[in-house]
Structures are given as C-alpha cells and as structure tokens.
C-alpha cells in the first residue's frame, strides 16, 4: 500500500511528468556531463526539451559535484520537485577495483563478494549514486560470451548464494542508510544462454531447465529484497523479455512477490520492434507497459506514444500509476524525498576512494580468487630462484585496473632476485595475432633463456571480454601462443599466467608450462595478489566455476551435464554419446583447484534420517561426513565440496549438483570432519508440472575436492517409489 504522500502525488501528476519518472537517459541529456560511460548505442531519438525537467533517472553519470548539480537543477525547476534517481553500473567495485564477479566465484567465498559490494556501494554513493545495476547474476554455460566474466559461473546454487551476499552488500538491512545504494539484479532472464554464445543473440530454454538452472538466482536476489530487477535483451519463449508477462507478471510478481520496479536493458523497449514482436515504438510501449517495465531506459517510445496509447484505448492509466508508484516508492525508500542528494560528497569522496582500508580489502579478496590448475615442482618460486624472467603482455604496467604490474610487485616481494622482462608491452591489437612477432619472440626467448623461471603473463585485453564481446575462437592470440612455445624451448621452468573474463582454450599451449594459474583480472591489486601467490606469501586456495574446456568444439560444457541415454562407460564403444575427437568431460572441471598443500579424505560417512515424505522442506533427510587431513608442511585451505544425484525422478537430473561446500583452512597434520545436512529442498526438482518437488527414493550423496573428485554412497531417503 502506497504512501498517502506518494498517492497524493500521483493523483498531482500530469500524464507528462508520469511518463517522465518512467523514463531513464544518460545525464549528457540533461546538460551536464559527469563522467560518464556509454554502454550501449547512442540511437537517435527525438527527445523533447519540455520533457528535460521530468526525467526521473539517470544512468552511468558518477560524481558528487556534478550530480548534486544535476539534482540541484531539477529540485528547483521541476514543478513537484521529485528528485531524481542516479543509477549505474557498479559490478565489480567502484574507486577500488576489485576481482571480476566469475574470479570472485572462484574463491568460493560469499562473505568476500558481500564485503567488495559494501565497499563498493561506499564509494559510488559518496558519489552520488543512489543503485547499481548488480549484481548480474546470469547462469553462465558458453565462455565464448563475452559476459560470463559479470558471473560468478556454471552452478546455479552457487550463484545463487553468491547473489545473495552481493545483494545484501550493497543495500546492508537498508538502503536508506549512509554507504548503502540500492540493488538491481539483472538480467532478467536467462540472458547466459545466447545461441552460439553471441551477444544479444536468441535464447531458448525450456521452462524446467529455465526453472532449474536460470532463474533459481534471480529469485534468490528477489528472496533477499533486491530493490529493482533489470530485463535481459533475448526472448524467453520467443518473446522479449521487456515484452513478456509471463516472465515480469506470472513468474516475477505473482509466483515471486516482487513489488519493486522494473527497469528494461539499455534501450531493450525500442528494441521489441527490431525483435520483431513490435509493429513501431507505440506498440513498443504498449506492450512493455502491459508487460510490467516500469522504466524505459534509454529510449522514449512512454513518452512518445503512451499519450496516442490512452486515447485510443489501448493502454490504461492505471498500470501507467502502478509504474509511476513502484518508482516513487523506491525514491521515498532511498530517503530521497527528505535529502536528495542522499551521501553525494566531494568530502567523503576523497576521505573513501581507494583509501588504505579499500585497498587491502581489495588485496585479501584478490588472493582468494586465481586458480592454480597446474604445478609440477614450480611453485611456489622458492629462495633457489635467483633470476626471474618476465614475458608476455599483462607482465608490465599497462594493465588497466592494477595499480601496480606483477613486474613491480614482484621486484617489491623479492628484491634480490634479478627480473629479467622480454616482450612485455601490450599486444593490443597484436593479441589477435595480426603481425607476424616471430622476430620479437626469438629475442625473448634468446633473453630468458638462463633464468631460473620464466614467468608468461598472457591472456585476453579489456575489449576482448565483456559486453558486446563474443568469440568463436577462445585459444590466446597465436603471438601469444608463438611466445609460449619459444619459451618452452629454452627448457627453463615456465609458469603461465591466464589473464582472462572467461575460460580460454589453454590446451593447446598446457604443454609450454609447468605451472599454470587462472589469473582472470583481479581488479587494483592484482600485481602483488599474484606476485604473493607466486612467492608462496599466499597458498592458492581458488576453485573453478565454470568449466575450461578442451576446445570450443565441446561447449557448452558444464559439469552438471545429463546421463544421456548413452553415456560413455569410458570404454572405447561406438554408438554412445561422445565425440571421436575430444573427451566428453572438461579439461578443468568446475570445483576443481590445486594449492600448495596437500589434502586426503578419509572416513565418508552418510546417514539417513527418517521422512515421513510430508515434512517442511527444511527438513534434514540425510547427513553425509568426511574426514579431510593436511597431509603437507604447508597451511593451507581446501575447499570441500558436497554434491547430489537423484538417481530416477520424473525428468531427466544430472550427474551431480553442488549442494554444499565448506572451506576450510588446516595446518600441517591438522585434520578435521565436515559434515553437510542434506533437507528435502536440495533434493527437490521442478517436475513438468509446475512445481518443485522432493520425491523419495534413491540419490547418490558425493564429497570431495572438486566435481571430478568426490567419493560416493548411494542412499534410499523417504519411502522408494
Ligand atoms: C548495458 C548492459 C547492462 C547495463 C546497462 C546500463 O547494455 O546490458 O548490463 O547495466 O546497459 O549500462
């Protein structure tokens, strides 16, 4: 129930203003121009100057300054004075760089991503900025999308306690409050899943594998009150997901509860004619109104044709008043009635931007998330190593988020080594290989070849990932892999460094290095999280969550995959489902991470408890122990995994489903038992019929080290079928 000042103010409002709060443009348009960034196509549309004074948000203008002028402009100007909403992309920290959202999963560490969000939310709202558009959390399966980077990966059940933490980061208890924003989880829904893993192409999923794997996070962030949920650009049953009412009213509203706003992708409204689902722009608004977008981003096809709409009748005013009171409500949440400019302060800008406290934050969640996916005898660089050679084009300054190069940093950790560096200057363009550096190479090679250890830092540049940023080809540029192979002939110690937004296709080059880490990008500190991580200061402790695979020929490839009518019995049979040229499972499977300890399981236990069959869902139906010992001189974490398969339901389940992980940290010879409750909900499924059920019966209970490493007990829980 509205506010009594919220309804009085609607009733106030003329159908303009209306259409103004429910349209959102980039702050140039309102003639300042913060800092900004653009994140989508300037499209041409015909913005009138008498709708200047009735916009109700912007997005991606940043700073005290200029958005207190933005808002002092409009609380003197505008006739009733609304103030206006900033939003903007706040995904993986705002001053403070922190570790992108896929790097952040890997640490399987919840409380860091809330922290970094916190911290984040500091930051931006000292900068005026009243919600994020974060956290995206799409289910991420094809790592040529350039997007699986915003992710944190392949499990819907680990992204969906991530999501949480992330949600709860940025609003704490209450947004309102000093050094909160509000949230905005997005995109929703199932943009992960483009055909061919291109950007903005069709999506089609199954409602049950929708309901299983896609939407349970979004649900999670609505669970966890997320403040406003942003639509995807792809079709869900082949319609828009800005246009669809099934997905914003049916699923969002009625089954979830969700009482925020909406707000449409970046122009993703004038988008449904493109689409096709949309004659012209009037039948754009018509049917994303009905649908329930509340805000317009980025086109003005509401204020354009939603007045024509009216009068022939076929729009009501009454969903336009819905969607005006869910945007005031949020504003009055904010507080933004009694003080417009809610933290907006050059003062606190200053005192909190990257300030001491934020960067060690930034360095401690850093270190959690690289994922040491090979070491024969190399790591961690011991005080034998006296000479370091450094290649490769993340090893110098250049990198954008860093504050320090790994070249630096590691010139910091060991002062008496000698560093010598070949070949470490940005390829850009050259990362795609277009000239020949067969020259340059040589050279480098000639340059580290009596080094103790030859460091590679390579990888894919910041335009090689991310939005707009699909691949066919995941292998690192052939200068980069030309350079690894002449590394690898100079018979020196190489340790690979993949500097990557998604999993590439390091197959090809494995055999180039004796130690490989999954770097991703770290954000500021990534220079001396991995030089830490490479001096052994830090034991690696990350985990994948999403799959590498062999070769892009095998995507998607996710470790919750399907028995199959065929599946491989790993004998060399003809008519069953695998490929002549490639194995079926991962190169690196999810979970999976080395450390420089060493970890044995012991004593796996299980139990079953009694289930009547009708109990609430919280119920513990079963219990599942082990027994995990450091079995190595050095500390270090394991990240200890719990896994489930229902062996015959009434839809096809996969092999196995993360239902649990514990990281633990032990000394050397320190043991310790984990033991996981197993309730009626992690069991459940969406059958065909519309709901989530547990059924009774057999299911394999499994525990260990990664998805490919577990140890296994079948249990009958409930009565059998
Ligand atoms: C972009 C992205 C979305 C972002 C929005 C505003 O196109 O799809 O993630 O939040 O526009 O920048």
């Known amino acids: ?213 896609y939407l349970p996070a979004y649900k999670a962030a609505v669970d966890a009150h997320v403040a406003m949920v942003m639509t995807s650009f792809n079709p869900v049953n082949r319609i828009p997901s800005s246009a669809n009412q099934w997905l914003l009213r049916d699923i969002l509203r009625k089954e979830w509860g969700f009482e925020g706003p909406v707000i449409s992708d970046y122009a993703s409204v004038d988008e449904t004619i493109s689409h096709g689902v949309a004659r012209d722009g009037a039948e754009a608004a018509q049917k994303c109104i009905q649908a329930g977008v509340d805000i317009e981003m980025m086109s003005t096809n509401y204020l354009s044709y939603v007045s024509q709409l009216l009068e022939e009748g076929r729009l009501d005013i009454s969903l336009i008043d819905e969607a005006v009171t869910r945007i005031l409500e949020l504003k009055d949440a904010l507080g933004l009635f009694e003080n417009p400019y809610k933290d907006a302060s050059e003062e606190d800008e200053a005192a909190l931007h990257r300030c001491s406290q934020h960067l060690q934050a930034a360095y401690d969640i850093a270190v959690g998330c690289p994922v040491l996916l090979k070491n024969q005898g190399v790591l961690p660089l011991g005080p034998e190593v006296k000479t370091i050679g450094l290649a490769g084009p993340f090893a110098g300054c250049e990198k954008t988020e860093a504050d320090e190069s790994l070249y630096l940093s590691l010139k910091r950790r060991l002062p008496y080594a000698n560093i010598i560096t070949a070949m470490t200057e940005p390829l850009g363009s050259l990362q795609r290989g277009i000239k020949d550096v067969e020259d340059q190479v040589q050279a480098a090679a000639e340059a580290l070849k009596d080094c103790d250890v030859i460091i590679a830092a390579v990888g894919e540049c910041g335009e090689d990932f991310g939005e707009a940023a699909s691949k066919t080809c995941l292998r690192l540029s052939p200068n980069q892999e030309r350079l690894l192979w002449a590394l690898k002939q100079t018979g020196r110690p190489v340790v690979m460094i993949v500097h990557s937004g998604r999993p590439m296709e390091i197959y090809p080059v494995m055999d180039c290095a004796d130690g490989i880490i999954q770097g991703w990008h770290l954000g500021c500190e990534e220079g001396i999280a991995l030089a830490d991580i490479l001096t052994g200061k830090v034991n690696p402790s990350g985990r994948l969550t999403m799959s590498i695979p062999y070769n892009v020929g095998q995507i998607p490839v996710h470790y919750n995959a399907f028995n199959t009518g065929r599946p491989t019995q790993g004998k060399d049979e003809r008519y069953i489902s695998r490929y002549l040229d490639c194995p079926n499972e991962a190169l690196f499977a999810f979970g999976y991470g080395l450390t420089y300890s060493r970890f044995e399981y012991s004593a796996f236990e299980t139990q079953v408890l009694e289930c009547e069959g009708c109990c609430p869902d919280e119920t513990v139906v079963a219990r599942a122990g082990i027994t995990v010992k450091n079995v190595s001189d050095r500390t270090g974490t394991e990240v ?81 079928r």
């Open 1 to 213: 129930m509205a506010k009594k000042f919220i309804e009085d103010l609607v009733k106030e409002m003329t159908l303009e203003e209306k259409l103004g709060q429910m349209t959102q443009l980039s702050p140039e348009f309102l003639g300042i121009d913060p800092t900004m960034d653009l994140t989508g196509p300037m499209n041409e549309f015909n913005v009138q100057p008498q709708w200047l004074d009735k916009i109700g948000s912007t997005l991606n203008g940043y700073g005290a300054r200029q958005l207190r002028a933005i808002q002092e402009k409009n609380m003197k100007e505008s006739r009733l004075h609304i103030p206006i909403l900033f939003m903007g992309d706040v995904v993986f920290g705002y001053r403070t760089g922190f570790p992108i959202p896929l790097a952040m999963g890997c640490s399987f560490n919840p409380d860091n991503y809330e922290k970094a969000s916190h911290i984040a939310a500091k930051e931006s709202a000292a900068s005026g900025l009243h919600l994020t558009f974060a956290p995206m959390t799409d289910l991420v399966r094809d790592p040529r999308w350039g997007r699986v980077m915003e992710s944190t990966g392949e499990d819907a059940w680990l992204n969906c306690q991530m999501t949480k933490a992330a949600v709860h980061g940025f609003q704490g208890d209450d947004f309102k409050e000093k050094g909160r924003i509000a949230a905005c989880v997005k995109h929703f829904a199932g943009y992960g899943a483009p055909w061919g893993g291109r950007d903005y192409n069709m999506v089609d999923i199954s409602e049950g594998v929708l309901r299983e794997y």
């Open 640 to 720: 200890v995994q719990l896994y489930i398969r229902d062996i015959a339901a009434q839809v096809v389940r996969p092999v196995k489903e993360l239902r649990g992980f514990n990281r633990v940290e032990l000394a050397p010879g320190e043991f310790r038992t984990i033991t996981f409750d197993i309730t009626r909900e992690m069991l459940a499924y969406w059958n065909n019929d519309g709901e989530f059920v547990f059924e009774p019966g057999e299911f394999d209970l499994m525990i260990g080290s990664s998805s490919a490493d577990v140890e296994t007990a079948r249990v009958t829980i409930g009565q059998s």
